[in-house]
Protein backbone atom coordinates (compact mmCIF):
# COMPACT_ATOMS: atom_id res chain seq x y z
CA UNK A 1 0.00 0.00 0.00
CA UNK A 2 1.42 3.47 -0.81
CA UNK A 3 2.11 5.45 1.78
CA UNK A 4 0.01 8.44 0.23
CA UNK A 5 -3.08 7.91 -1.82
CA UNK A 6 -5.28 10.35 -3.86
CA UNK A 7 -7.41 9.58 -6.68
CA UNK A 8 -5.80 10.84 -9.49
CA UNK A 9 -8.66 11.82 -11.37
CA UNK A 10 -9.28 13.94 -13.84
CA UNK A 11 -11.64 15.48 -12.32
CA UNK A 12 -13.32 17.74 -14.94
CA UNK A 13 -15.75 20.36 -13.67
CA UNK A 14 -17.76 23.48 -14.97
CA UNK A 15 -16.52 27.01 -13.43
CA UNK A 16 -18.37 27.94 -10.90
CA UNK A 17 -18.73 24.20 -9.43
CA UNK A 18 -17.60 23.22 -6.05
CA UNK A 19 -15.01 20.26 -5.90
CA UNK A 20 -13.46 18.14 -3.28
CA UNK A 21 -10.39 16.12 -3.15
CA UNK A 22 -9.42 13.28 -1.07
CA UNK A 23 -6.53 12.09 0.65
CA UNK A 24 -5.11 9.09 2.72
CA UNK A 25 -2.14 8.20 4.43
CA UNK A 26 -1.00 4.84 6.22
CA UNK A 27 1.38 6.19 8.17
CA UNK A 28 0.46 6.93 11.61
CA UNK A 29 3.16 8.61 13.08
CA UNK A 30 2.99 11.40 10.34
CA UNK A 31 2.99 14.79 12.10
CA UNK A 32 2.56 17.42 8.92
CA UNK A 33 0.53 17.84 5.99
CA UNK A 34 0.14 19.90 3.01
CA UNK A 35 -1.85 20.59 -0.26
CA UNK A 36 0.95 21.50 -3.31
CA UNK A 37 -0.40 22.61 -6.50
CA UNK A 38 1.56 21.71 -10.02
CA UNK A 39 0.61 23.25 -13.25
CA UNK A 40 1.57 21.10 -16.37
CA UNK A 41 5.19 20.76 -16.65
CA UNK A 42 6.46 23.33 -13.64
CA UNK A 43 7.24 22.68 -9.97
CA UNK A 44 4.80 22.04 -6.97
CA UNK A 45 4.07 25.39 -5.15
CA UNK A 46 2.55 25.13 -1.87
CA UNK A 47 -0.61 25.82 -1.98
CA UNK A 48 -1.50 25.46 1.94
CA UNK A 49 -1.14 23.52 5.02
CA UNK A 50 -3.72 21.57 6.31
CA UNK A 51 -4.67 21.51 10.17
CA UNK A 52 -6.21 19.10 12.69
CA UNK A 53 -9.05 22.58 13.16
CA UNK A 54 -9.31 23.19 9.55
CA UNK A 55 -7.89 25.85 7.42
CA UNK A 56 -9.52 28.34 5.01
CA UNK A 57 -7.85 30.47 2.24
CA UNK A 58 -10.13 32.27 0.42
CA UNK A 59 -12.33 29.70 -1.68
CA UNK A 60 -9.68 26.73 -0.71
CA UNK A 61 -10.51 24.88 2.52
CA UNK A 62 -8.31 22.19 3.67
CA UNK A 63 -9.17 19.55 6.76
CA UNK A 64 -7.09 16.86 8.24
CA UNK A 65 -8.72 13.57 10.21
CA UNK A 66 -6.29 11.73 12.26
CA UNK A 67 -8.64 9.20 13.67
CA UNK A 68 -9.13 7.96 10.18
CA UNK A 69 -5.87 9.42 8.47
CA UNK A 70 -7.46 11.43 5.92
CA UNK A 71 -7.01 14.71 4.62
CA UNK A 72 -9.20 16.72 2.43
CA UNK A 73 -9.19 20.01 -0.26
CA UNK A 74 -11.98 21.86 -0.86
CA UNK A 75 -12.00 24.13 -3.79
CA UNK A 76 -15.73 26.51 -4.18
CA UNK A 77 -16.90 28.93 -7.33
CA UNK A 78 -13.50 27.05 -9.68
CA UNK A 79 -11.47 29.03 -11.87
CA UNK A 80 -10.14 28.16 -15.20
CA UNK A 81 -7.11 29.22 -13.27
CA UNK A 82 -7.42 26.39 -11.13
CA UNK A 83 -6.66 23.80 -13.83
CA UNK A 84 -3.47 21.95 -12.31
CA UNK A 85 -2.87 18.56 -10.46
CA UNK A 86 -2.80 18.58 -6.38
CA UNK A 87 -0.43 16.98 -4.63
CA UNK A 88 -0.93 15.39 -0.85
CA UNK A 89 1.93 15.95 1.17
CA UNK A 90 3.00 14.20 4.24
CA UNK A 91 5.94 14.61 6.81
CA UNK A 92 6.66 11.47 8.57
CA UNK A 93 8.24 13.33 11.28
CA UNK A 94 9.18 16.79 12.58
CA UNK A 95 12.89 17.91 11.70
CA UNK A 96 14.08 18.35 8.01
CA UNK A 97 12.27 14.65 6.77
CA UNK A 98 11.39 14.62 3.33
CA UNK A 99 8.25 15.20 2.25
CA UNK A 100 5.91 12.20 0.99
CA UNK A 101 3.75 13.30 -2.27
CA UNK A 102 0.77 11.48 -3.44
CA UNK A 103 0.55 10.98 -7.15
CA UNK A 104 -1.53 14.18 -7.59
CA UNK A 105 -4.85 14.43 -8.42
CA UNK A 106 -5.71 16.26 -12.09
CA UNK A 107 -8.54 19.25 -11.52
CA UNK A 108 -9.59 20.58 -15.61
CA UNK A 109 -11.94 23.44 -15.00
CA UNK A 110 -13.77 24.26 -18.20
CA UNK A 111 -15.49 27.30 -19.43
CA UNK B 1 15.26 37.44 -3.80
CA UNK B 2 16.25 34.62 -6.77
CA UNK B 3 14.20 31.73 -6.23
CA UNK B 4 15.69 28.10 -6.49
CA UNK B 5 17.67 28.01 -9.44
CA UNK B 6 18.58 24.40 -11.78
CA UNK B 7 20.39 24.01 -14.82
CA UNK B 8 20.37 22.80 -17.46
CA UNK B 9 16.19 23.17 -18.10
CA UNK B 10 16.41 20.03 -20.26
CA UNK B 11 19.07 17.38 -20.82
CA UNK B 12 19.24 14.28 -23.06
CA UNK B 13 21.47 11.65 -22.18
CA UNK B 14 22.20 7.61 -23.56
CA UNK B 15 21.58 5.10 -21.46
CA UNK B 16 25.33 4.55 -19.65
CA UNK B 17 26.58 7.90 -19.69
CA UNK B 18 26.32 9.80 -17.03
CA UNK B 19 24.88 13.13 -15.97
CA UNK B 20 25.49 16.19 -13.60
CA UNK B 21 22.45 18.33 -12.65
CA UNK B 22 22.61 21.46 -10.99
CA UNK B 23 20.90 23.55 -7.81
CA UNK B 24 21.15 27.13 -6.09
CA UNK B 25 19.15 27.48 -3.23
CA UNK B 26 16.71 30.50 -2.38
CA UNK B 27 18.55 33.10 -1.01
CA UNK B 28 19.06 32.23 2.99
CA UNK B 29 18.19 28.76 2.56
CA UNK B 30 20.61 26.15 3.61
CA UNK B 31 19.20 22.63 3.03
CA UNK B 32 18.64 21.22 -0.21
CA UNK B 33 16.60 18.17 -1.24
CA UNK B 34 16.09 16.37 -4.56
CA UNK B 35 13.20 14.63 -6.33
CA UNK B 36 12.34 12.42 -8.72
CA UNK B 37 9.00 13.02 -10.98
CA UNK B 38 8.01 10.04 -13.37
CA UNK B 39 5.49 11.06 -15.81
CA UNK B 40 2.25 10.81 -14.18
CA UNK B 41 3.67 10.16 -10.23
CA UNK B 42 4.25 12.38 -7.53
CA UNK B 43 7.97 13.43 -6.27
CA UNK B 44 10.20 10.80 -5.20
CA UNK B 45 12.92 12.09 -2.13
CA UNK B 46 16.19 11.03 -3.24
CA UNK B 47 18.23 12.60 -0.69
CA UNK B 48 18.60 15.54 1.17
CA UNK B 49 22.21 17.76 1.88
CA UNK B 50 23.10 19.92 5.06
CA UNK B 51 26.08 21.39 5.97
CA UNK B 52 27.87 19.40 2.75
CA UNK B 53 26.68 16.24 4.06
CA UNK B 54 24.34 14.20 3.19
CA UNK B 55 21.79 13.94 5.80
CA UNK B 56 19.15 11.75 4.59
CA UNK B 57 18.46 9.63 1.81
CA UNK B 58 15.22 7.79 0.25
CA UNK B 59 14.66 4.44 -1.58
CA UNK B 60 17.42 5.54 -4.68
CA UNK B 61 20.36 3.23 -5.85
CA UNK B 62 24.41 4.57 -5.10
CA UNK B 63 24.22 5.05 -8.94
CA UNK B 64 22.57 8.19 -7.76
CA UNK B 65 25.10 10.86 -5.85
CA UNK B 66 25.01 14.66 -4.70
CA UNK B 67 27.26 16.98 -2.91
CA UNK B 68 26.83 20.39 -1.42
CA UNK B 69 29.36 23.28 -1.42
CA UNK B 70 29.98 25.71 0.55
CA UNK B 71 27.94 28.09 -0.84
CA UNK B 72 25.23 25.80 -0.28
CA UNK B 73 24.56 25.09 -4.29
CA UNK B 74 24.34 21.13 -4.89
CA UNK B 75 24.72 19.31 -7.11
CA UNK B 76 22.94 15.37 -8.15
CA UNK B 77 24.95 13.10 -10.51
CA UNK B 78 23.91 10.12 -12.19
CA UNK B 79 25.83 7.87 -13.14
CA UNK B 80 25.12 4.78 -15.64
CA UNK B 81 21.90 5.94 -16.77
CA UNK B 82 19.40 3.83 -17.27
CA UNK B 83 15.83 4.79 -19.34
CA UNK B 84 13.95 4.73 -16.13
CA UNK B 85 15.74 7.46 -14.98
CA UNK B 86 13.89 9.52 -17.47
CA UNK B 87 12.05 11.89 -15.44
CA UNK B 88 12.01 15.59 -13.79
CA UNK B 89 14.40 16.02 -11.12
CA UNK B 90 13.20 18.74 -9.02
CA UNK B 91 15.39 20.46 -6.34
CA UNK B 92 14.09 22.60 -2.76
CA UNK B 93 15.67 24.34 -0.77
CA UNK B 94 14.62 25.03 2.99
CA UNK B 95 16.19 26.20 6.68
CA UNK B 96 17.46 23.91 8.90
CA UNK B 97 17.65 25.48 12.25
CA UNK B 98 19.65 24.20 15.37
CA UNK B 99 18.05 20.01 15.94
CA UNK B 100 16.66 20.64 12.33
CA UNK B 101 13.08 22.22 12.02
CA UNK B 102 11.73 21.75 9.05
CA UNK B 103 10.12 24.83 6.86
CA UNK B 104 8.46 25.44 3.85
CA UNK B 105 10.29 23.52 0.83
CA UNK B 106 10.69 26.12 -2.13
CA UNK B 107 11.23 23.82 -5.52
CA UNK B 108 12.98 24.80 -8.34
CA UNK B 109 12.16 24.61 -11.96
CA UNK B 110 13.08 20.86 -12.47
CA UNK B 111 15.67 19.78 -14.95
CA UNK B 112 13.30 17.40 -17.27
CA UNK B 113 16.22 14.32 -18.31
CA UNK B 114 15.61 12.30 -21.16
CA UNK B 115 17.72 8.99 -21.66
CA UNK B 116 17.71 7.45 -24.75
Known amino acids: RKEVEQDPGPFNVPEGATVAFNCTYSNSASQSFFWYRQDCRKEPKLLMS???SGNEDGRFTAQLNRASQYISLLIRDSKLSDSATYLCVVIRNSGNTPLVFGKGTRLSVIA | DAGVTQSPTHLIKTRGQQVTLRCSPKSGHDTVSWYQQALGQGPQFIFQYYEEEERQRGNFPDRFSGHQFPNYSSELNVNALLLGDSALYLCASSISKGTGALYEQYFGPGTRLTVT
Open chain 1, 50 to 52: VYS
